[in-house]
């Protein structure tokens, strides 16, 4: 006998909509996850080839490796003022329309348009990091864990899709740079018409309420454990984001053919998704996650110094080592923010504060590696300073790792 005080069943209509709904969400979800790290992951296996077909020199590249970490750590501030005055499906939309002009500019005329246009794509994927996993979890909050899962796989098959085709693309073409550059706008401009449904919502955060909501950022940085969990996420990135753009250069130097260099970032990216899928969980379940920072420090350091200073019969176990280790080491600093917090609105204090001082710490990775590969013509001198970078992780890892978390007040 059906019980009297159950709500009325939907409707087949109701329901056929509902999952409509749903699925155009998702979809449009997908979509972009898939350009988050795309048009960042398709240059570091062409730097060669860009640097002789437009004429760049080793500082200009160097530049060109620490725009988009630059761009992330100056526009990720802006995204919660413009998802509170304009709802953020509206500045997803937005975002996504910006990449794929960002990613058509550097391409049409990449002689003038290559840093103009990759910093303009890059500020649009500043302001998708932040936005999409929030409106994820205000759309969806019962279905938020398997719709992050979700984004992650997206995510992570953009970044390795795009290392693994750049330099396919670029001989397809015939060595055109504006085919190669401009073709990565594709995905972009699905991603943007996968959106289009999501644009008649208008999501916006509510304002926070109670002591210290509008000042938390700035009451934040008095204290130590701010200061720590902001440069274990800076040194990460700083290292991730050296290796993500100098690995395949290396790689060619060492002998290795332009496509296998390719490919060989294809699988660090491949490892860093097992990574960051895998220590979250095991995070979780730790008392404390000491244990784990010096796991993931010794697993990055051990693929690193092997991609390097080892035979290189053995490549593709060091990077697949060095992704996983790096992917463990996201995954530990974004799960800080999170632990290290007593509440949702510290936590994202606490998040925007190490992301955005994060990111201009690990501007200067790319540059750093770089400068010293021209400076001393070599890669040795570069991958040292990158080992000595990564074990100083420990020491600013350790403390944050402490089961401990800020004041309430923020």
């Known amino acids: 006998m059906p019980d009297p005080a159950a709500p009325p069943a939907p409707s087949p209509p109701r329901t056929r909509h509902l999952a409509r709904t749903w699925v155009l969400f998702v979809a449009g979800v997908l979509a972009i996850a898939f350009n988050l790290r795309a048009a960042i992951t398709s240059l570091p296996p062409l730097f060669p080839e860009l640097s002789t077909r437009l004429h760049l020199g080793p500082a200009a590249v160097s530049v060109l490796a620490s725009v988009p970490v630059l761009a992330f750590g100056v526009f990720s501030g802006v995204a919660a003022p413009l998802s509170r005055r304009f709802g953020e499906e509206r500045v997803l939309g937005g975002a996504v329309a910006l990449l794929a002009a960002g990613l058509i500019l550097r391409g049409v005329a990449p002689g003038v ?153 294809a699988l660090m990216n491949l490892g860093g998704a097992a990574g960051s899928l895998v220590i979250p969980v095991l995070a979780h379940r730790a008392r404390n996650q000491q244990a784990l920072i010096a796991a993931t420090v010794a697993v990055s350091a051990a693929g690193l110094a092997g991609a390097w200073f080892a035979p290189l019969a053995g490549d593709a176990v060091w990077v697949l080592l060095l992704g996983m280790g790096q992917g463990a080491s996201l995954g530990l600093a974004i799960f800080f923010t999170m632990a290290r917090a007593p509440d949702p609105r510290v936590a994202a204090s606490l998040s925007g504060f190490a992301q955005s001082v994060g990111y201009l710490v690990a501007t200067t990775g790319p540059l750093v590696a770089g400068f010293l590969h021209t400076a001393l013509g070599g890669w040795t001198v570069a991958v040292v300073v990158l080992l000595v970078i990564t074990g100083s992780q420990l020491a600013a890892g350790w403390p944050a790792a402490r089961a401990v978390t800020l004041p309430e007040t923020g």
């Open 113 to 265: 348009l290559l840093f103009p246009g990759t910093a303009l794509a890059a500020a649009a994927i500043a302001l998708l990091n932040v936005l999409l996993p929030s409106l994820v979890k205000r759309r969806a909050p019962e279905r938020a864990g398997l719709l992050i899962g979700l984004y992650l796989l997206s995510l992570s098959a953009g970044s390795i899709l795009a290392s693994l085709i750049a330099v396919p693309v670029y001989n397809a073409s015939g060595g055109s740079v504006p085919l190669s550059l401009s073709v990565w706008a594709l995905p972009a401009l699905a991603a943007a018409v996968a959106w289009l449904p999501q644009l008649r919502y208008r999501t916006v955060p509510r304002p926070e309420a109670g002591p210290g909501a509008r000042t938390a950022p700035l009451k934040l940085s008095r204290y130590a454990l701010t200061w720590q969990v902001t440069a274990y996420m800076g040194l990460q990135s700083l290292t991730f984001y050296a290796e993500l753009s100098w690995l395949p250069t290396m790689f060619r130097d060492r002998g290795v053919s332009a496509g296998g260099a390719g490919t060989l970032l």
